[in-house]
T-cell receptor
Framework: GAVVSQHPSRVICKSGTSVKIECRSL??????MFWYRQFPKQSLMLMAT?????????EQGVEKDKFLINHASLTLSTLTVTSAHPEDSSFYIC???????????????FGPGTRLTVL | EDQVTQSPEALRLQEGESSSLNCSYT??????LFWYRQDPGKGPEFLFT???AGEEKEKERLKATLTKKESFLHITAPKPEDSATYLC????????????FGKGTRLSVIA
């Protein structure tokens, strides 16, 4: 149980285009979702936290107009990188916490990540 | 401010050579301490949650322990497939807060 999927796993786009990444909780209800980015050999950097049906809370230094987060349902959150530039190239990982199987999860479960390359 | 410090930054072991990874933390009331494993190019994989000092959990060759200031991840007789980055994180009691992660320990097990 507690599986999180992400799509796509890899995306290459041209500078100036927008890219949407989907994150789904497959077997539980994700009441809270988190988006991280990770640079090579570095730890996870939290970008934003979103609760279902609410606006996302962004970490300091993360541009909310550039990284649009939508958490419209208990199983789906999307991250849209708008007008992407080469410096946005990174590994983006979503994570979810919620409830399922009759209980609540304290744990955060992570998706497999999306490798974004902006040319 | 909640903080997590992991040591060593990198560890190289021979197959079968047991060792421990350290996670020191400061948090304003601990809801839980979490261990994850991350392979290159993949998302973190959940390993353990520890909630109170004295608690221990085991999974195959891994055992996690917790005190009021730190946690250890003991690896017994490691195999090359245990090579990965091990991440420690804490969650504070206050509200629905995100995890605070350490920078991880990169473990390499050599056959």
């Amino acid at each position: 149980g507690a599986v999180v999927s992400q799509h796509p796993s890899r995306v290459i786009c041209k500078s100036g285009t927008s890219v949407k990444i989907e994150c789904r909780s497959l077997d539980f209800q994700a009441t809270t979702m988190f988006w991280y980015r990770q640079f090579p050999k570095q730890s996870l950097m939290l970008m934003a936290t979103s609760n279902e049906g609410s606006k996302a809370t962004y970490e300091q230094g993360v541009e909310k107009d550039k990284f649009l987060i939508n958490h419209a349902s208990l199983t789906l959150s999307t991250l849209t990188v708008t007008s992407a530039h080469p410096e946005d190239s990174s590994f983006y990982i979503c994570s979810a916490r919620g409830r399922g199987g009759g209980g609540s999860y304290n744990e955060q479960f992570f998706g497999p990540g999306t490798r974004l390359t902006v040319l | 401010e909640d903080q997590v410090t992991q040591s060593p930054e990198a560890l190289r072991l021979q197959e079968g050579e047991s060792s421990s990874l350290n996670c020191s933390y400061t948090v304003s009331g601990l809801r839980g301490l979490f261990w994850y494993r991350q392979d290159p190019g993949k998302g973190p994989e959940f390993l353990f949650t520890l909630y109170s000092a004295g608690e221990e959990k085991e999974k195959e060759r891994l055992k996690a322990t917790l005190t009021k200031k730190e946690s250890f991840l003991h690896i017994t007789a490691p195999k090359p497939e245990d090579s990965a980055t091990y991440l420690c994180a804490v969650q504070a009691l206050s509200g629905n807060t995100p995890l605070v992660f350490g920078k991880g320990t990169r473990l390499s097990v050599i056959a």
